[in-house]
């Protein structure tokens, strides 16, 4: 290979890769702070019978409430909303790649257990 191709080679590589990465990514929040509400649970397994993913309501002096889903003891995402909010705004946060860093996904998606989960 050319020297001159290298560097439009390296240059490729960074637009194909990079925007994927700059995505922000959260950290799950502390939830040791919080009181805790309830669980309950949610069916995002389609091949697994019956309510597979577990949901654990967290809420703070503020008002919001967090939301920890978890399948087989591992943390697949959190949501958080406010019961104040006339906006209803509710934002959710999947980690997609097991890494444990969280992306905002759209909230109105049916959104399943990731592969990396199962």
Do not use: M
């Given at each position: 290979m050319s020297k001159a191709?290298?560097?439009?080679?390296?240059?490729?590589?960074?637009?194909?890769?990079?925007?994927?990465?700059?995505?922000?990514?959260f950290a799950l929040p502390d939830v040791s702070k919080m009181k805790e509400l309830t669980t309950q649970w949610s069916d995002h397994a389609p091949e697994v019978p019956g309510k597979e993913t577990k949901m654990e309501f967290y809420s703070t002096p503020d008002g919001l409430i967090y939301?920890?889903?978890?399948?087989?003891?591992?943390?697949?995402?959190?949501?958080?909303?406010?019961?104040?909010?006339?906006?209803?705004?509710?934002?959710?946060?999947?980690?997609?790649?097991?890494?444990?860093?969280?992306?905002?996904?759209?909230?109105?998606?049916?959104?399943?257990i990731p592969q990396w989960a199962r």
């Open positions: 191709v290298f560097p439009i080679l390296s240059l490729l590589i960074l637009l194909v890769v990079c925007p994927a990465e700059a995505q922000q990514s939301t920890i889903y978890s399948y087989k003891g591992r943390t697949l995402g959190f949501s958080v909303h406010s019961n104040s909010d006339v906006q209803k705004t509710y934002r959710l946060f999947l980690d997609l790649v097991g890494n444990r860093l969280f992306q905002e996904v759209n909230p109105g998606t049916q959104w399943q």
